[in-house]
């Protein structure tokens, strides 16, 4: 964008005959051009949510549209808790710079009127999750030669990217009433099944194969205390959805040959 501004000056003046006239004069037309819309700063990245432990690619590309050189660009970025930066990972310009570190930040090429530069880099999300959301965000800083004040150094940041932290984990607890057994006695399996992740289970089917030198106890099967006589374990049956937090517990019998 640029602003100009031009003055503007009404007057009157009296000719020699007496007579009155009315002038106007205008100025020159100065200009500033408004580098915050002209240098672009545009991050973006190639997720919108992470489970744990997984990657995803950030990239910024900064634009010049200005009529001045961009100078000793520096870049750098933030990041809330919740992932951390791969080391290694950078690459600027399609060029990989593995020392470079972007907490710390580092220098750019000069960038002339119409060029570009493109910065490229991996987080990593927590695991365990520790966080819903990360937030990622960068900062470009450069130096431009204005023609009434000299060098001029200015620092912008880059849009921020949001994404959301999700776990899909699940634990499965297994446990047998004996220790020792007989031929002839019964084992007792208690499955207690807990969704420990963040995002709701649906459509779960529980299976069990019914151990050699065992049969199964026909209509044994107890799902959260209900018996459900017509369930076999080693077919499998639906047991219900499972918000964040919750569990269900499954038992059945089987005799010992």
Do not use: W
């Amino acid at each position: 964008m640029i602003i100009d501004n031009t003055s503007n000056v009404n007057f009157n003046y009296v000719l020699p005959d007496g007579s009155t006239r009315a002038g106007e004069q205008n100025s020159n037309t100065v200009q500033t051009e408004v580098l915050t819309s002209a240098v672009t700063r545009v991050k973006s990245s190639d997720k919108t949510f992470l489970n744990e432990n997984e990657n995803a690619a950030q990239k910024v590309v900064i634009t010049n549209n200005s009529s001045a050189t961009l100078k000793n660009m520096f870049f750098s970025d933030n990041m809330s808790s919740g992932a951390t930066h791969v080391a290694g990972s950078v690459v600027v310009n399609g060029v990989p710079q593995p020392t470079y570190d972007p907490v710390a930040g580092f220098a750019l090429d000069d960038i002339p009127s119409g060029g570009n530069a493109t910065v490229e880099y991996s987080i990593l999300s927590n695991d365990p999750k520790t966080d819903n959301f990360v937030t990622n965000s960068g900062a470009v800083s450069y130096m431009v030669e204005d023609p009434l004040r000299g060098p001029v150094t200015y620092t912008e940041p880059t849009n921020e990217i949001s994404l959301a932290l999700i776990s899909t984990r699940m634990s499965v607890e297994k446990s047998v009433d004996k220790g020792y057994a007989t031929s002839g006695e019964e084992l007792t399996y208690t499955s207690v099944i807990t969704n420990t992740g963040s995002l709701k289970k649906t459509g779960l089917v529980f299976t069990d194969a019914i151990p050699a030198g065992t049969s199964f106890v026909g209509g044994s099967v107890e799902i959260d205390g209900v018996s459900y006589p017509a369930y076999d374990p080693a077919a499998g049956f639906p047991i219900k959805d499972l918000a964040p937090g919750e569990s269900v517990t499954v038992r059945f019998k089987v005799l010992v040959q």
